[in-house]
């Protein structure tokens, strides 16, 4: 069974620019998430979607960041513009509808803001 | 007051001891509790989790929950120079939160 998916691996960008990023879920996974871990920190929750719909988006800064997940399969995390302290992995996550509720975690995007 | 509270380390132990990792949390409400272990540079993977007081056992690894105590450990048995990695401890009540993680070195 494939992993969670995600693109690109590594991204540079300077700071006022946009970026995106890409995941794809284990395949059957209803559940999606979006987490940022900053260095030498834990992950943190900024989108967790069932299907195609916001479950929690509480800790999302809203006003530069936006996710969706248009078909309930993939999903896209965007930053826009970003800022310096947006430097951090993207951690993408997915985990079935039924049975204990574990994440399956993937690679990651490593974006570092200039 | 943090969420998910857990000693930073490096907590360091010979090869073949039992390593003895510790985390608190803040949500009385809390349902799961899980255990991940981060490589540096890789994302983490899930050891174990568990969801009711006392121990769980899963080969070398022993998950105990205390929710009276609001408080979840992990122990490692016979460590292993692999075992080295950052051990993330995390807890569910509708969101994931995540501790900082406790560095662990196994010396040969």
Redesign the interface.
């Known amino acids: 069974e494939a992993g969670v998916a995600q693109s690109p691996r590594y991204k540079i960008i300077e700071k006022r620019q946009s970026v995106a990023f890409w995941c794809n879920p284990i395949s059957g996974h209803a559940t999606l998430?979006w987490y940022q871990q900053i260095l030498?920190?834990?992950?943190?929750?900024l989108i967790?979607f069932q299907n195609n719909g916001v479950v929690?988006d509480?800790q999302l800064p809203k006003d530069r960041f936006s996710a969706e997940r248009l078909k309930g399969v993939d999903s896209t995390l965007k930053i826009q513009p970003a800022k310096l302290e947006d430097s951090a992995?993207y951690?993408c996550a997915s985990s079935p509808l039924a049975g204990?509720?574990?994440?399956?975690?993937?690679?990651?995007t490593r974006l570092t803001v200039l | 007051q943090k969420e998910?509270e857990q000693n930073s380390g490096p907590l360091s132990v010979p090869e073949g001891a039992i390593a003895s990792l510790n985390c608190t949390y803040s949500d009385r409400g809390s349902q799961?509790f899980?255990w991940y272990r981060q490589y540096s540079g890789?994302?983490?993977?899930?050891i174990m989790?568990i969801y009711s007081n006392g121990d769980k056992e899963d080969g070398r690894f022993t998950a105990q929950l205390n929710k009276a105590s609001q408080y979840v450990s992990l122990l490692i048995r016979d460590s292993q120079p692999s075992d080295s990695a950052t051990y993330?401890c995390?807890v569910?009540n509708?969101?994931?939160?995540?501790?900082?993680?406790t560095r662990l070195t196994v010396k040969p």
């Open positions: 998430y030498g920190q834990g992950p943190k929750l967790q929690d509480s992995v951690l204990p509720d574990t994440q399956y975690f993937g690679p990651g | 998910v799961s899980f890789k994302s983490p993977e899930l989790f993330l995390a569910n509708n969101d994931m939160r995540f501790g900082a993680g």
